[in-house]
């Protein structure tokens, strides 16, 4: 896997969805290139009629869902809101799944992981992103688990990953994607 496309669901400045992402791209295997998308703010309200007289979506709709088709993989950081998945993650991923059958995420590679602030590390969140993937038949990577709680405590002033133990499994989950999106993306694999 070369292209990696990170998404965090969280448009806060200091996210520490973003951190993690940013630990990622720190951390990826060699050959393989994170990037951050930094756009999720500019992502409209899901409509109906706005997807219909734009012709599939607005512009930053549309950007993002090039880069999605043209990444090997997708790094989703979400964080957990009242159990569930942040509304500007789930907004976003609604218009992805959008034009069927042509979406995007269909047999997309997917990897998932969290950080929280409270201790459960965004565990409700992941298993409802899980289910939301299911419907838009994205290949999600089955573990290892990156539930990052306490997350004040895992990073430095800087924003940088500092946890040896988190920086650890983060580094084994990006390698696991690799291989798996490797496996179901075989095509790929061998360009
Ligand atoms: C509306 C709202 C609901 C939240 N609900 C949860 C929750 O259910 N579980 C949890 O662990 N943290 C919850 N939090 C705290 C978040 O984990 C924390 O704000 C975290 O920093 C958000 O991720 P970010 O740093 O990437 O923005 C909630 C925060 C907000 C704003």
Same mark, same amino acid.
């Given at each position: 896997?070369?292209?990696?496309?990170?998404?965090?669901?969280?448009?806060?400045?200091?996210?520490?969805?973003?951190?993690?992402?940013?630990?990622?791209?720190?951390?990826?295997?060699?050959?393989?290139?994170?990037?951050?998308?930094?756009?999720?703010?500019?992502?409209?309200?899901?409509?109906?009629?706005?997807?219909?007289?734009?012709?599939?979506?607005?512009?930053?709709?549309?950007?993002?869902?090039?880069?999605?088709?043209?990444?090997?993989?997708?790094?989703?950081?979400?964080?957990?809101?009242?159990?569930?998945?942040?509304?500007?993650?789930?907004?976003?991923?609604?218009?992805?799944?959008?034009?069927?059958?042509?979406?995007?995420?269909? #047999?997309?590679?997917?990897?998932?992981?969290?950080?929280?602030?409270?201790?459960?590390?965004?565990?409700?969140?992941?298993?409802?992103?899980?289910?939301?993937?299911?419907?838009?038949?994205?290949?999600?990577?089955?573990?290892?688990?990156?539930?990052?709680?306490?997350? #004040?405590?895992?990073?430095?002033?800087?924003?940088?990953?500092?946890?040896?133990?988190?920086?650890?499994?983060?580094?084994?989950?990006?390698?696991?994607?690799?291989?798996?999106?490797?496996?179901?993306?075989?095509?790929?694999?061998?360009?």
């Amino acid at each position: 896997v070369k292209s990696v496309l990170g998404i965090a669901g969280s448009l806060r400045q200091g996210s520490y969805n973003r951190l993690l992402l940013r630990a990622a791209q720190e951390l990826a295997p060699p050959g393989t290139s994170i990037v951050v998308y930094q756009e999720l703010g500019s992502i409209p309200l899901y409509d109906a009629d706005l997807e219909r007289t734009t012709g599939g979506g607005p512009a930053a709709v549309q950007q993002l869902r090039t880069l999605v088709a043209a990444a090997d993989g997708i790094l989703l950081a979400t964080p957990e809101y009242n159990h569930g998945i942040p509304g500007v993650l789930k907004n976003a991923i609604d218009w992805l799944s959008r034009p069927a059958p042509e979406e995007v995420l269909a #047999a997309k590679p997917v990897a998932i992981i969290g950080a929280s602030s409270g201790p459960s590390g965004t565990r409700l969140a992941q298993a409802a992103l899980r289910e939301v993937l299911y419907a838009t038949e994205s290949f999600v990577l089955p573990g290892p688990a990156i539930l990052a709680s306490g997350a #004040a405590r895992l990073f430095d002033d800087s924003g940088k990953l500092v946890d040896a133990a988190m920086r650890e499994r983060l580094q084994a989950l990006l390698a696991a994607f690799g291989r798996f999106a490797d496996l179901v993306n075989p095509r790929d694999a061998a360009q």
